[in-house]
């Protein structure tokens, strides 16, 4: 595949991955959530995080070792893309603090066994399927495809770095609230047996 391609699975792969956490915090929080930091339907960290689980993962066949590897590479990605964030916008745009087994509040557990199975996921049923697909379109779609694409998510970063808007982060904050312990956090009790079972 060329790089239009390429370059059409990672907006498809970062679509799934904005659909995912958009998804995710709207059951959570019972009201429609528009994830991530851009403001249009993509998440380029997961458009990112897919493309090095296929450079670097892709030839793995087993799937409980391919489950290991992608928690590692996708917490990885997670934890630098968040101090990246940090740095440069001096705040934070996902905050694991009180989360059980977290590093830093960058990444956590919980997180990082939902990527483990969105690897595997990934590299055994959505990115063949995926690639495939792009792979028979013809050359002029491709293009024209590209383009579009291309403009949509480069106007929203700019727009989305001019105009950084604390109040999308509320939710953030919120998830700090789910694990602040057994009394107030909503799974702190969860916690207290999960932490329990361990030490027997």
């Not at 991955?17 to 959570?28: P, R």
């Not at 024209?144 to 999308?168: E, G, Q, R």
């Not at 916690?191 to 030490?199: C, P, Q």
Request: glycine share 8%; net charge neutral; proline share 2%.
């Amino acid at each position: 595949m060329n790089m239009c391609r390429y370059f059409l699975c990672f907006a498809v792969f970062s679509f799934i991955g904005w659909l995912y956490e958009s998804l995710y915090y709207t059951i959570q929080q019972k009201k429609r959530i528009n994830s991530g930091f851009l403001s249009t339907c993509f998440c380029p960290i997961y458009g990112i995080g897919s493309l090095l689980d296929l450079i670097l993962l892709g030839r793995i066949e087993n799937p409980l070792l391919l489950f290991f590897a992608g928690m590692v590479v996708t917490c990885a990605l997670e934890y630098f893309v968040s101090w990246l964030l940090e740095e440069l916008f001096h705040q934070r745009w996902w905050d694991y603090t009180n989360w059980p087994f977290n590093i830093n509040g960058r990444v956590c557990l919980f997180g990082a066994i939902a990527f483990g199975i969105l690897t595997v996921a990934l590299i055994k049923v959505i990115a063949p399927v995926t690639m495939e697909f792009i792979g028979n379109m013809g050359t002029i779609p491709i293009y024209i495809m590209t383009a579009a694409v291309a403009f949509v998510m480069l106007a929203d970063t700019v727009n989305s770095v001019k105009n950084i808007d604390s109040d999308k982060l509320w939710y953030v904050d919120k998830q700090t609230e789910l694990f602040a312990g057994t009394e107030n956090g909503r799974y702190g009790e969860l916690v207290k047996k999960l932490k329990d079972t361990l030490r027997k």
